[in-house]
């Protein structure tokens, strides 16, 4: 069997398996919004660390993680490990425990509900919703677009891009659909298991072929065009940027709509505690091989066209065929998971806080099996909105879908500040979100606003703007008359 | 007391996001075992730090976030405190 029949034949049998995985999930489901969303705020320690993982890092830990380790050396690693394993670890508890009481609380799905509540206002709400979905909008349109084109590269343009991305398209809205939270959170179980095992016998069999760790790594010292990558720091990984990376995307992750979401989804304390615990750990299991074979590639001379991944081609040369299309099978499996999550997610965000406000101002009322029928619609909508887009390559879209980490970093700080000062006031948060989006916004497409400051990006720069703004507006007013400040301080914790 | 706590964990956090990049090995290359030392330091350093937020999780879960006098039980259920706890609770107060 050929190389491309063989990973197609995987491809399709990952889809089959989601299906019936997510037929599984439906049959278990009650017909509620919270279900869809949320799972019935009911995940387990693996199954809440590996759908956040796998919603997070999957494609990326495959494919432009190791590119950039074969193009510039392995600091990525440290990063990851910074952003991942300690930033984000720390959000996890700091952010995360107090939503995820909250939500138990007052039932909120989305972070909108949350801040829209407490600052007694439907205008907060859609802030953060709209906010929320001009990021993730066009970071959906880039997973439809790189899987894709994936697909057309790897049929050799049998399957063109339209139809390969309508096909995925299609199947994702079916899946999500149908599967809602529960679902998609066990397909991304077995799929993190899988790359977390595949990655390290991939890189286990690299090394047996290359004679180990230490002979790749003197073929990466020896190499004139590598032997600067072992030496910690460059001209590519000066330490503002690193810091600046590390920090706004860390931030940027924790307000990623569906991976904020997975903190109302956890079904005890215990599971927040032990995925917490664990979220180090797995950083270092899944990093270290897949940036280390990247890095090795380039000490091994493996060629990489231009626009082509190293991951493959490294597995290509040491490994066999049928294994080589496993992981890039499962590559592309991963991009999916990571729309599905995305594609829910954003549903959420504008049913919940855009559209049924919405149909509240207009005076009708939306029951419960009413509102689940309104979410499943929302999923339609939205991934189809994002195909048909993608079809026009709009360039400003592609821009900001690939700032979306450092523009949802500006979220961060007033929702932080929200969750923990007691003089926060309405006018303050707002003026806080807008000003820092509108600042990071305009420093991505006009050049009079500079998008580094002394080595430092323009989103770290934003976030500090964000603070201040926060701050000094929360200070000079005082809280309007509809606020709510006790729902998350003095009431708080009280049953 | 439970306030120098927060702060107490504070710093802890601080210290292990200040050297999750190993600073002092600025432009080290040297190898130990077939991997750059400053690669063998994060693995080390991120085992660490499992440990101690295992340990966190273990002993001040709910420091900072859960009104003052809740324990910190881990039975899942509504995990907050008792009602008393809102007068004294200075709980979600840290920066």
């Not at chain 1, 494919?63 to 984000?88: C, K, S, T």
């Not at chain 1, 894709?148 to 398209?169: D, K, N, Q, R």
């Not at chain 1, 897949?290 to 231009?306: I, K, N, Q």
């Not at chain 1, 690939?402 to 007691?422: I, K």
Request: hydrophobic share 55%; aromatic share 14%.
């Amino acid at each position: 069997m050929s190389a491309v029949t063989l990973q197609l034949s995987i491809i399709v049998g990952y889809l089959l398996i989601a299906l019936a995985v997510g037929l599984v999930a439906y049959r278990l489901t009650d017909r509620t919004a919270e279900d869809f969303y949320l799972a019935s705020r009911t995940l387990g320690t693996v199954v809440l660390l590996f759908t956040t993982f796998a919603t997070l890092l999957s494609a990326f830990t495959f494919f432009a993680g190791p590119n950039i380790a074969y193009a510039q050396g392995p600091e990525w690693i440290l990063v990851m490990g910074l952003m991942d394993g300690i930033i984000f670890a720390v959000l996890w508890y700091v952010i995360g425990y107090k939503q995820w009481l909250l939500g138990r609380q007052y039932g909120y799905v989305t972070l909108g509900e949350m801040l829209g509540d407490r600052f007694g206002s439907w205008w907060l709400r859609g802030l953060v919703a709209v906010v929320s979905l001009l990021w993730l909008f066009p970071y959906v349109m880039l997973q439809q677009v790189g899987a894709g084109t994936a697909l057309e590269a790897l049929t050799e343009g049998a399957v063109p891009y339209a139809a390969g991305a309508g096909l995925i398209t299609a199947f994702m809205i079916l899946y999500v659909v149908v599967a809602g939270m529960r679902g998609i959170a066990w397909t991304d179980t077995l799929q993190g298991a899988f790359m977390l095992v595949t990655t390290w016998v991939a890189v286990l069999w690299v090394l047996a072929a290359v004679g180990g760790p230490s002979a790749a790594t003197e073929a990466l010292a020896s190499n004139p065009d590598t032997g600067g990558f072992l030496s910690l720091g460059g001209d590519y990984y000066t330490v503002q940027w690193m810091l600046s990376t590390a920090i706004t995307i860390g931030f940027g992750v924790a307000m990623f709509p569906q991976v904020n979401q997975r903190f109302f989804a956890a079904g005890s304390k215990t599971v927040l505690k032990r995925s917490f615990a664990l979220w180090p750990l797995l950083c270092v299991l899944l990093f270290v091989p897949s940036f280390m074979l990247g890095a090795w590639a380039a000490g091994l001379e493996v060629a990489v066209p231009e626009g082509a991944n190293v991951l493959p081609l490294i597995l290509a040369e040491y490994t066999p065929t049928w294994f080589a299309a496993l992981v890039i099978a499962g590559a592309m499996a991963a991009m999916m998971s990571s729309s599905d999550s995305m594609l829910l997610s954003g549903s959420s965000y504008f049913t919940r806080d855009l559209f049924r406000p919405l149909l509240g101002v207009l005076g009708m009322v939306v029951s419960e099996r009413r509102e689940d029928l309104i979410a499943r619609v929302g999923v339609v909508l939205f991934a189809t909105a994002a195909f048909v887009v993608s079809l026009f390559q709009p360039a400003t879209l592609f821009e900001i879908g690939n700032a979306a980490f450092s523009g949802f970093a500006q979220l961060a700080v007033p929702v932080l500040l929200a969750l923990y000062w007691r003089r926060i006031t309405r006018a303050g948060i707002t003026a806080g979100i807008l000003v820092s989006q509108a600042f990071y916004i305009l420093s991505l497409f006009l050049t009079i606003v500079p998008d580094t400051y002394a080595g430092w990006s323009a989103g770290l720069v934003g976030m500090g703007l964000g603070l201040v703004v926060t701050v000094a507006v929360s200070l000079a007013t005082s809280p309007a008359a509809a606020e709510r400040r006790a729902i998350y301080f003095d009431r708080f914790g009280a049953d | 007391m439970r306030r120098n706590e927060v702060w107490g964990w504070l710093v802890v956090g601080l210290v292990l996001a200040g050297l999750a990049i190993p600073w002092f090995l600025w432009g080290s290359a040297t190898v130990v075992a077939g991997l750059p030392v400053w690669l063998w330091w994060y693995v080390g350093w991120m085992g660490l730090a499992s440990l101690v937020f295992w340990l966190f999780a273990q002993r001040a879960w709910g420091i900072g976030i859960e009104s003052a006098g809740s324990d910190g039980d881990s039975s899942g259920s509504r995990g907050v405190g008792p009602e008393s706890a809102h007068e004294t609770g200075p709980g979600g107060d840290t920066p």
